[in-house]
């Protein structure tokens, strides 16, 4: 299945330089991608406003549901170096501290891949972070190695 995966372009640059290896979603309630994302699925990461710059294989999958109070302080010990750069007192974190559910999505085999923005239907949910099951397969075989950079 394949996911979009929209992000800042800071967490992207990151991914792109090898140096964010692993994509958290931190929330209040389960993100819909814990139940739909599989290892071995296809994520298209999009930069926030911009086009599809790259495409990566999910890797393995850890899940942590009902969190209690400074349980993402605790989570942020042992994830940051993979996730966030900057340590585990990054604004990043303290954002996320009131979250109940983590999840944390493993990066594998992460290529540029390129799809304008203007390929995309206006009527997905923009205002989400993660829409499964975009960008639709014919979109990708149409664009072929033209995506590949």
């Known amino acids: 299945m394949n996911h979009l995966v929209i992000l800042h372009g800071r967490y992207l640059d990151?991914?792109?330089?090898?140096?964010?290896?692993?994509?958290?979603?931190?929330?209040?309630?389960?993100?819909?991608?814990?139940?739909r994302c599989r290892p071995g699925d296809t994520l298209y990461l999009k930069r926030a406003g911009g086009d599809v710059e790259a495409r990566c294989r999910a890797g393995g999958l850890t899940e942590?549901?009902?969190?209690?109070?400074?349980?993402?302080?605790?989570?942020?010990?042992?994830?940051?170096?993979?996730?966030?750069?900057?340590?585990?007192?990054?604004?990043?974190?303290?954002?996320?501290?009131?979250?109940?559910?983590?999840?944390?999505?493993?990066?594998?085999?992460?290529e540029r891949f390129h799809i304008p923005r203007g390929r995309f239907a206006r009527h997905l949910p923009w205002a989400s972070g993660w829409i499964v099951g975009q960008p639709e397969d014919e979109l990708v075989r149409g664009l072929g190695a033209a995506g590949l950079q």
């Open 64 to 110: 942590f549901h009902n969190l209690p109070p400074g349980g993402i302080a605790r989570l942020a010990e042992e994830w940051w170096p993979r996730v966030v750069g900057d340590g585990p007192d990054d604004a990043y974190w303290a954002a996320k501290r009131d979250a109940r559910h983590a999840l944390f999505i493993e990066l594998a085999d992460v």
């Open 14 to 35: 990151l991914i792109l330089a090898g140096t964010k290896t692993v994509e958290s979603r931190l929330s209040k309630r389960r993100h819909p991608a814990a139940t």
